[in-house]
Each structure stands twice: as structure tokens, then as C-alpha cells.
């Protein structure tokens, strides 16, 4: 297990675990979060012996969102998001080759809900509460959340859960492809450990291709995002499997 103040970065064989570690705020996202996400997450994109990353919250919630008593103490917005571009916390998260799973419990509101929906897989115990409720503060989900939340929901829910603000429960985000499945709480971890050792069962680079073609395939139309399926589907059939021509 690596030392931060708001993380715990423990490691299971091939499997990786990120521990949001503020409980006893609700693991709210401060600076020392991101920078310790960073830290971590960094590690793990240069382990290519870390085959998934699993990432939950410790206490009674996965994340409740940026931390306020932050809020406006930049000394500029400039500043801010110079810092911001700096660390990219959620740019390194999307963009791990690894399969990244988010075990989602108690709320995941704000921040912890676009955390959750940037992970590959997410997995959701009975008792979550997720929410975007950024607008009705005078902000945006700014952790791509504009983009991460119609691409799983859809269009027409994903601004109902912008605009409004609404929270809804694990049933409603599993019905409507928020979260993958829901489970009773006391089995989320086994649950996310057992899809975590399946993942890491299949090859690397198989693995790296697939989700970069699935991310990138609503970004493309569909006849260029389906010719890259068929090149990627030719090179695995020559035995080349993810490796780009």
C-alpha cells in the first residue's frame, strides 16, 4: 500500500484498488485528492503488470462531490484552471489502457457521479444516490459530465440530471445504462474484485483496443467508427490483435 492523505492505493496481484479515503466528508474532491488521483493514477498507467483498476469510496458514500469550502479560493479563475490542465486528473483516468471499474456506493453526487461514469464499468450497491447537481449551484458539471452522462443515459436524461439537479437511486441508473448492475452492499467489493480478475485475464493489448475503439466510436460517424472495427477485427484475425497497422 502507497502513503497519500486522501487515497489509498493498495495492489491484489493484478489488480489495482483506489480507495477514496476522506470519510469522514463524504471523500469530497479537494486539491490533495487530485493530486494524490494524479499520483496514483500515473503509476498505474506506467505498471503494465496492473491489469484493472477497481475504484470506490471508504465510509458511507464513493464521493460527494468537489469539496466547498474550497469553492473560489484560487486566487484566479486563470490560475485555476492552469492548475487544472496541469494535473488532468480525469484525462489520465479516461485514457488508462487498463479496464477501470468504479464500485459505487451512498452518494456519488457532483464530481463523484462524473468520476464514476468516466470508469469503464461501474457497479453500483443498493444504497446509491447519484446526482449532478452542479446547475442549480450556478456551475456546470465540469468534470465532463455534459458529455460522460448522455453517452450512458442518453440525451433526454442526461439533461434532466444536468438541469435539474435530480438525484435518482441504483434502479432507475441501472435501468437507464447509468451503472452496469446493483448489488447489496455487503457484496460490492467480491463483486468488483470478481469482474476486475476476469478483465485481467484478457490479453493487454486486445483489451486497450477494444475500449479505445469503443470510446472513440460515438465521436466518429458510423461508417468510419465500423471501418475501424472491421481494421481492428482483420489485425486480431492476422494475429496482430490491438496493434494499431
Request: proline share 4%; net charge positive; glycine share 12%.
Amino acid at each position: 500500500m502507497s502513503a497519500f492523505a486522501t487515497i489509498l492505493f493498495e495492489r491484489d496481484g493484478p489488480i489495482a484498488w483506489i480507495t477514496l479515503n476522506r470519510p469522514d466528508v463524504l471523500n469530497a474532491y479537494n486539491t490533495e485528492m487530485r493530486d494524490d488521483l494524479y499520483a496514483a493514477l500515473s503509476a498505474l498507467r506506467d505498471d503494465r503488470s496492473i491489469r484493472a483498476l477497481v475504484l470506490r469510496g471508504a465510509g458511507r458514500a464513493f464521493c460527494a462531490g468537489g469539496d466547498i469550502r474550497e469553492f473560489g479560493s484560487a486566487p484566479s479563475p486563470v490560475a485555476a484552471r492552469e492548475v487544472r490542465w496541469r494535473r488532468d486528473v480525469w484525462g489520465l483516468l479516461r485514457s488508462l489502457s487498463q479496464p477501470t471499474i468504479a464500485a459505487v456506493h451512498g452518494h456519488a453526487a457532483g464530481s463523484g457521479c462524473e468520476m464514476a461514469l468516466l470508469c469503464d464499468f461501474r457497479i453500483a450497491a443498493s444504497d446509491t444516490l447519484l446526482s449532478l447537481p452542479e446547475t442549480g449551484l450556478g456551475m456546470i458539471p465540469g468534470v465532463v459530465g455534459t458529455q460522460t452522462a448522455p453517452r450512458a443515459a442518453g440525451l433526454g436524461r442526461a439533461l434532466d440530471l444536468v438541469l435539474t439537479g435530480r438525484t435518482i437511486d441504483a434502479r432507475l441508473a441501472e435501468r437507464v445504462g447509468m451503472v452496469g448492475s446493483v448489488v447489496p452492499a455487503r457484496r460490492l467489493r467480491a463483486e468488483a474484485d470478481r469482474l476486475a480478475r476476469r478483465l485481467s485475464g484478457i490479453e493487454e493489448e486486445l483489451v486497450t483496443a477494444v475500449k479505445r475503439l469503443v470510446w472513440r466510436g460515438g465521436d466518429l460517424g458510423m461508417e468510419r467508427a465500423l471501418g475501424e472495427e472491421r481494421g481492428l477485427a482483420a489485425r486480431i484475425a492476422a494475429g496482430g490483435r490491438g496493434k494499431a497497422k
